[in-house]
């Protein structure tokens, strides 16, 4: 391994990246933010449980950052994003393996216990399938492996990473208590991640329009009201109607497939705004041409 590849700031060519500072800026915020945190975290009733959760929210985040990659390179038409997807997806894992390290720290490193628990709790079982699959997506995830798997293999191998996003946010549901608002939230953005691949492979289409995006915006919205209605009512007992009858209740809070629609509604903005600004800075060079 060389020096360079060490040093995460860096481009392949060896150069400075902006880019890749701010991807290594954003995998570090969350450790800032725990040591910010520092005092309060060490003054409330369970500091290693604290930091359990926040290692595994924080992990869920890159996660859903690292599947945005391909989609926002082609609507930003930024395709250099494909230079900071490797280090996401290996930035995730990290996350993923210190919700372990610390979930074996709170139990007192007792391997007897720890084994019974991730043998006997689905909550862990299923993340403990997630964690083994990111575990194999981050050891392949070097160029030396891409050449050793072949191109083909390697790619099959990685489209796993749906498979872990859904027992990932499985996992989450199943560790929240109480409002289920973030983890629907979550969900429906997830959704949206697969949506977009599922309707650019129908199209047949490397780039979706607008209209498209509008359309996904609005059909994964309609999902999340849906699987929110349904998910509280199967665990609370109450009527899906009742709760998609209150959805127009702003006083009571922002559903999440507002918030859904809404984070849909400003990825078609930024589209069309890209899409404009494209086609405005085309016409100088295709006038100097001429």
Not at 78 to 86: P, S, T
Not at 268 to 283: G, K, M, P, Q, Y
């Amino acid at each position: 391994m060389t020096a360079l590849s060490w040093q995460l700031w860096r481009d392949r060519r060896g150069n400075l990246s902006a880019l890749r500072i701010a991807a290594l800026l954003l995998l570090l915020f969350p450790l800032a933010k725990a040591l910010f945190d520092a005092g309060a975290i060490a003054n409330g009733a369970r500091p290693l449980n604290d930091l359990i959760h926040r290692a595994g929210f924080w992990a869920l985040i890159f996660l859903g950052v690292t599947l945005a990659v391909t989609p926002f390179r082609r609507i930003a038409r930024f395709g250099n994003l494909i230079d900071v997807r490797r280090m996401l997806g290996v930035g995730t894992f990290c996350y993923v393996a210190a919700h372990l390290v610390l979930y074996f720290a709170d139990q007192r490193y007792d391997i007897a216990k720890i084994f019974h628990e991730l043998t006997t709790r689905v909550y862990l079982i299923v993340g403990g399938i997630a964690w083994l699959g990111l575990a194999a997506l981050a050891a392949t995830s070097t160029d030396g492996m891409v050449r050793r798997l072949g191109g083909k293999s390697w790619r099959r191998l990685h489209q796993a990473i749906y498979a872990i996003a859904l027992l990932a946010l499985v996992h989450y549901f199943q560790q929240t208590k109480a409002d289920l608002t973030v983890p629907i939230f979550a969900a429906g953005l997830f959704t949206w991640l697969i949506g977009y691949r599922l309707l650019a492979w129908w199209l047949d289409k490397g780039e979706l329009s607008s209209l498209s995006l509008l359309a996904l915006a609005v059909m994964v919205s309609v999902l999340t009201f849906a699987g929110e209605a349904i998910g509280i009512g199967l665990i609370f007992g109450v009527s899906p109607q009742r709760v998609l009858g209150s959805i127009f209740d702003f006083e009571a809070g922002i559903r999440p497939g507002w918030q859904v629609l809404a984070a849909g509604l400003a990825v078609v903005l930024l589209d069309i705004v890209r899409a404009r600004w494209n086609s405005r800075s085309a016409r100088p060079r295709a006038a100097a041409t001429e």
